[in-house]
């Protein structure tokens, strides 16, 4: 079943001055379930498509649909609000809340949505569990490896079961091994609990473990590739 639906959008920006044609007519369907790396040369369009699927930037023209809804017909209120509850968003420079703990972190987006403070703790430690640092939850980001720190920002991303995860570069902060670990972990997520991942990356050794290739070349897909089990990499 498609989640994602985008349909012709093109983004300009600098649209009074010098023009940047950052997308010029992607449309593209993604289903549950994917594990999706959008790819391509550098200003190609990668993060303009994440961030315009996630309602962090909107269109110039065309339209996204989230389960038969047009996220950019909401009001900006409604918006923040599907946002929170739909989407869930993982950063390069991970963004966590430096004064906050692992836990108090995820239980962060929680609280938000206004869930009752024990439900916020449960859930939390739940999440870090799922991502493997149940030591780690009272320690502050400055403490942990940027690999550990992705990783909270992967349960944070999770915490309110999103219908999807974006994530823009994901492991461009991260040496090999925390690299690794990070996929290792996504895919556990995604075949283990079907969590539908979208990432964008320059990271062949990512690319080489998604699902699905979309490459993007000046603001278009210029091919759209299913992978079988066969020449995905373990
Ligand atoms: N806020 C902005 N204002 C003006 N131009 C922008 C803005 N954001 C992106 N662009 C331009 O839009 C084009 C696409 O940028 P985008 O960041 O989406 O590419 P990208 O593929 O993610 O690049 P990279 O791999 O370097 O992160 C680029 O030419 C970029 O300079």
Redesign the pocket.
């Known amino acids: 079943m498609s989640i994602i639906q985008v349909r012709d959008v093109t983004?300009v920006?600098?649209k009074e001055q010098v023009p940047?044609h950052?997308l010029n007519g992607v449309s593209l369907d993604i289903e549950e379930g994917e594990f999706t790396a959008i790819v391509?040369?550098?200003?190609?369009?990668?993060?303009?498509?994440l961030?315009i699927i996630g309602g962090l930037d909107e269109p110039t023209e065309g339209t996204v649909e989230i389960h038969d809804t047009k996220i950019f017909s909401m009001s900006e209120s409604k918006l923040i609000d599907f946002r929170l509850h739909h989407i869930g968003f993982v950063f390069q420079a991970y963004n966590l809340i430096p004064v906050l703990t692992a836990k108090e972190n995820i239980a962060f987006i929680l609280q938000m949505q206004g869930r009752p403070q024990k439900e916020c703790t449960h859930r939390s430690m739940e999440l870090l569990k799922m991502v493997g640092l149940e030591d780690k939850v009272d320690k502050r980001p400055s403490e942990l490896s940027g690999g550990q720190q992705q990783r909270v920002a992967v349960a944070r991303a999770l915490a309110s079961k999103p219908d999807f995860v974006l994530a823009?570069?994901p492991t461009a902060n991260l040496d090999s091994a925390s690299t690794a670990n990070l996929l290792d972990m996504m895919l556990r997520l995604n075949e283990e609990e079907s969590i539908t991942f979208i990432f964008?990356t320059?990271d062949q050794r990512v690319v080489e473990r998604a699902r699905r290739v979309v490459t993007?070349v000046d603001?278009k897909v210029d091919t759209d590739e299913e992978r079988t089990e066969k020449n995905i990499e373990h």
């Open positions: 983004k920006y600098n940047v950052a391509g040369p550098s200003g190609s369009g990668k993060t303009t498509l961030n823009d570069e964008s320059h993007l603001g």
